[in-house]
């Protein structure tokens, strides 16, 4: 360039450099698709700004439209020469519609580039109150809870009064029950419950969150493995600093004592143990897999220790989609499926530190779930629970009130607990019926909450016994001579039952009830009384085997009764209680038997005595004079019949006799018992049918006498029937008993 002068000839000269460069910005992609996007969340994606030019530029994104976000700094800012940027593109749909719009990037120079942008927009039939949860610092092994709801606002098809739900501009979404589905990872320390469920139109769904932080099994194994590993280290390195002492006492030995023998003793010990600990050294450790630790084990547990107190804190973030479709979940037939679309899709974003405890349950393998497993209902268990403090602070603990109707109690609350420090609680459980019980317990500090699942089951004892009825006779016996019988008790529950057999002939407020009035004086006839004629010796007349002990579930105990009489009578009884846990009586059992000193017997009759021994001492007799009045004097036996007249027909009137022959060792000339009934014609005359009338009987068997009347026609029904017949038995000895017919007629 040639630069003239005026009033100068000479021109000057100019050379001139100038390096010319481009103003483009260039924008990749050059195209975005953010796909669907519901009216619930933002999309977002990232491009790149670069400028190519060799000089820095300022730029700008101008004109945004309401539902696109740029960041940083709002879409400005400066680039420097040949500097590339990141941008995000934040995409939130406001309606359902597809979405075609262009971003504009203005350089300083006034310079326009554009960004095509497509969407659809997605409007789901259902919605979340909220779709980010933040929750608290939470402890290791303690919970948080966060509440939302999922929500059906969806009502009606007409979209000119309000916005309906539809993927576009598709067609709308049908109005009626729409199920959700929560989808939780696997092995996360998230639950949603509940996680499937249906709304109806304009309801909405109570949705539970809760976040329990845990270190994972596998993180404790693997941890157990290297715990393992750094003990052998440490105990080999120990062997050889005392296999390295052992060789400097060794030396220092040798060279100070000049002993010989002494000298030679230490050369002959020493080498054999230094060889002996060289090849201990070099046995390799061969640790186990981490699969192979068992989460019962020590090493489990002391891995697990370690890991909860050099825990330093972790957070996680977890995006859980909610997939919607039409229709009622408990409706679905089968494997049929809903109608469904993936672009429905709601996502619940949760945000979740957690941090270290600072207490921590080092009892029950250091689980926070306290089993009290299956206890009988009435009946009381207390656990332990050991808890340490293992921050650096000392804390002030309080607790959470159980249900004071409930069936668990906190024994003993602790106040303050040191660093370092143990404290144990104790807990009691005593169900009040059968059902399972489970609350909890927080214990709680300033810095976190220790929450414990207390679980119990209250089981109702229930055993089923091979004694049919409420009574065991053990029929009737010879005076001074036992008989036994054995009855089974089945344990029907899941639990162990403890038992005891309690007599009532031994109890210790028998001699109380003895100073009442007999019943037969004080109240109506009927055998009341739990214990009847006793032995004179003072011994039991019943005695059972075993008396207590543990039953357990399903399985059977059997039990002997042996029944010893001393003397002669028709009256022995007792009452056999079983009692389970010293508290519940879980079957009643009456004893009864009679003694004879004969080996026959009658049963049958009215009763025509109480069932009371007199305690008055009669003289002695010699035995011809007991045999004597025993073969004169008959016994009486008072048959009652009663007929049943209808209006057109009667029931006969039917009453048994029994002849019985006791099985004995004693009067063996004698084999069984011949009966014979005298008088059989008037009987028959008067209406009575007696089958059979004489016959024998053997030993340890008994036969029944049929005695049945029907009114002979000249009747009166005004006066009882009365007839008296003679029975008589022969057997070590002979017996006669009088035995009193008295029949009338009963009109129904």
Not at 140 to 155: E, M, P
Not at 330 to 356: I, M, Q
Not at 367 to 376: L, M, P, R, S, T
């Amino acid at each position: 360039m040639t630069i003239t002068v005026a009033d100068k000839t000479k021109p000057v000269e100019f050379i001139v450099h100038a390096i010319v460069t481009t103003s483009d910005l260039e924008i990749s992609p050059a195209e975005v698709n953010f796909g669907y996007c519901t009216i619930c969340e933002a999309v977002q994606t990232t491009i790149t700004l670069t400028n190519k030019s060799i000089l820095p530029q300022e730029f700008g994104f101008v004109g945004l439209p309401e539902f696109v976000e740029i960041q940083p700094s709002d879409g400005f800012g400066m680039l420097l020469p040949l500097e590339s940027l990141k941008l995000d593109i934040i995409f939130k749909a406001n309606k359902a519609k597809e979405y075609s719009f262009e971003l504009t990037c203005k350089s300083e120079i006034n310079r326009q580039f554009k960004l095509s942008c497509k969407a659809v927009g997605v409007h789901p039939p259902l919605e979340l109150s909220h779709s980010l949860v933040k929750f608290a610092a939470t402890a290791l092994n303690d919970v948080s809870t966060a509440t939302l709801y999922v929500v059906n606002s969806h009502v009606s098809l007409n979209r000119f009064t309000h916005a309906v739900p539809r993927i576009g501009n598709g067609e709308t979404a049908p109005v009626g029950p729409t199920s959700f589905e929560f989808l939780v990872p696997e092995e996360s320390p998230v639950t949603i419950m509940p996680s499937v469920g249906t709304v109806l139109p304009g309801k909405k769904c109570l949705i539970q969150v809760y976040f329990r932080p845990v270190l994972s099994e596998q993180l404790i194994r693997e941890e157990a493995v290297q715990m393992l590993c750094r003990a052998d280290t440490q105990r080999t390195m120990l062997k050889k600093i005392r296999e390295s002492d052992m060789q400097k006492r060794k030396d220092e030995t040798l060279s100070g004592k000049k002993d010989g023998k002494k000298s030679s003793f230490a050369i002959f010990r020493q080498p054999s143990r230094v060889r002996g600990s060289k090849h201990g050294a070099n046995s390799a450790f061969e640790p186990p897999k981490p699969e192979e630790i068992k989460t019962n084990s020590e090493e489990y547990i002391a891995a697990q220790y370690s890991l909860i107190r050099n825990f330093t804190g972790k957070f996680e973030r977890y995006i859980i989609p909610c997939f919607v479709a039409s229709g009622d979940i408990d409706e679905k037939k089968g494997s049929e499926n809903l109608k469904y679309s993936p672009h429905n899709t709601l996502y619940l974003e949760l945000h979740c530190p957690a941090v270290a405890p600072s207490v921590v349950v080092t009892s029950n393998n250091g689980k926070n779930i306290i089993n009290f497993g299956e206890v009988a209902v009435g009946h009381r268990l207390i656990k332990q629970i050991t808890v340490q403090n293992i921050s650096q602070e000392q804390l002030a603990l309080g607790f959470s009130i159980l249900n004071p109707n409930g069936p668990f109690l906190l024994v003993s609350p602790v106040g303050t607990v040191e660093p370092g420090e143990n404290q144990f609680l104790f807990i009691s459980f005593c169900p009040n019926e059968s059902k399972v019980f489970f609350e909890t317990l927080d214990i709680r500090s300033i810095k976190a909450t220790l929450t414990l699942s207390i679980v119990g089951q209250g089981v109702a004892p229930s055993i089923a016994c091979s004694v049919d009825g409420e009574v065991l006779n053990m029929g009737y016996v010879i005076a001074k001579e036992k008989v036994s019988s054995t009855f089974k008790i089945q344990n029907t529950s899941t639990l162990p039952l403890q038992y005891s057999i309690k007599l009532a002939s031994l109890s210790l407020t028998r001699e109380q009830e003895q100073q009442r009035l007999p019943f037969f004086i004080t109240s109506s006839p009927g055998r009341t009384d739990s214990v009847g004629t006793q032995n004179y010796s003072g011994l039991s007349v019943f005695s059972v085997f075993p008396v207590e002990g543990v039953i357990e579930p399903g399985k059977y105990q059997d039990f002997t009764v042996t029944f010893s009489p001393d003397h002669e009578s028709l009256y022995y009884c007792d009452c056999l209680k079983v009692v389970l846990f010293g508290k519940e009586i879980a079957r009643v059992i009456w004893l009864k038997g009679a003694a004879r000193n004969h080996m026959m017997f009658v049963e049958g009759g009215d009763p025509l005595d109480v069932p009371i021994e007199s305690l008055a001492v009669t003289s002695p007799m010699s035995e011809d004079a007991v045999k004597g009045e025993q073969e004169e004097s008959a016994k009486s036996i008072l048959l009652s019949l009663e007929y049943i007249q209808a209006e057109t027909s009667g029931t006969p009137a039917v009453r048994e006799l029994k002849i019985g022959a006791i099985r004995t060792a004693q009067f063996v000339s004698k084999k069984n018992v011949e009966f014979s009934l005298d008088n059989l014609p008037l009987l028959q005359q008067k209406g009575f049918t007696i089958e059979p009338v004489k016959g024998t009987v053997d030993r340890g068997q008994i036969k029944s006498i049929s005695v049945s009347w029907v009114p002979p026609a000249d009747f009166d029904p005004d006066h009882p029937l009365m007839v008296a017949a003679i029975l008589t038995l022969k057997g070590d000895i002979k017996e006669s008993y009088k035995v009193l017919f008295i029949a009338r007629v009963v009109s129904t």
